[in-house]
């Protein structure tokens, strides 16, 4: 079952300390996400899938 926005939000927040950065962290191109942003991949399973993947990689420090 893939995440809600919402539920991505969610998590984002805990990543980044507050909602705020969260947001802002959506709307900036992503080294891990080829440069694109993460909201612009939220439109399809994919890019939803390759935004909380990488998600889960900062989350654990992993970074490349």
């Known amino acids: 079952m893939e995440p809600t926005d ?22 900036r191109p992503a080294i891990g996400l080829n440069q694109r942003r993460p909201i612009d991949l939220m439109e399809t399973a ?4 390759a935004v909380a993947t990488y998600l889960v990689r900062i989350y654990f420090g992993v970074y490349t």
């Open 6 to 27: 919402a539920e991505m939000l969610v998590f984002a927040t805990k990543v980044f300390g507050s909602e705020e950065d969260a947001q802002a962290w959506m709307e």
């Open 46 to 49: 994919e890019g939803r899938e």
